[in-house]
């Protein structure tokens, strides 16, 4: 089972075992790494935000203790990361006379690039269009694998408030990526 994998893994890099550190960092980069480029929407950020993560997690380590879901806590992490990230970009745009150079270009990126299903750039671009909140939620039950109970708890709201944002992102996913399909 992968979560008593992670475990052991915490374990042993605790004790400075580089080999099962580097371990975890490549099971989980190209997760977290998608999580980042869906709530940021620019490909450096989104590398940036998951390098900070691996970096304060490899500070933590000493003190750090895994209760469940190692993938579950670094997307929370990345998420986290995210928003810290998305409220310095709005309070550098908001200190600019030109208020449309903060916001994302949908410009591809290095990620783009690598992922060229004509698919995958509808999805990312329907996940841009869609409110924050409700694009967190998606893309935390989807590539966090987060249950709607641990994205409440992220979000400081009810769970019916998360499952709401989840139903509305999806149908509004849904109309957008349709509508691209017909055009």
Do not use: W
């Amino acid at each position: 089972m992968r979560t008593a994998d992670d475990h052991k893994l915490v374990r042993q890099s605790k004790r400075g075992d580089r080999t099962a550190f580097e371990t975890l960092y490549a099971r989980y980069l190209d997760c977290l790494l998608s999580i980042a480029m869906n709530l940021l929407g620019n490909a450096a950020e989104a590398e940036d935000a998951v390098q900070e993560v691996f970096v304060k997690f490899t500070e933590s380590l000493p003190h750090f203790t895994l209760r469940g879901s190692l993938k579950g806590y670094l997307a929370t992490c990345v998420a986290n990361r995210a928003r810290d990230v998305l409220r310095q970009r709005q309070r550098r745009q908001d200190r600019t006379l030109d208020a449309a150079e903060g916001v994302p270009d949908g410009g591809r990126g290095p990620i783009d690039l690598a992922e060229s299903s004509e698919q995958l750039l509808l999805l990312r671009k329907g996940l841009g269009a869609l409110p924050y909140e409700q694009r967190e939620v998606i893309t935390l039950r989807h590539h966090g694998g987060l249950k709607f109970k641990e994205i409440a708890a992220l979000q400081g709201t009810a769970i019916q408030t998360v499952q709401s944002r989840y139903a509305y992102g999806m149908e509004k996913l849904r109309v957008l990526l349709n509508g691209e399909a017909a055009q």
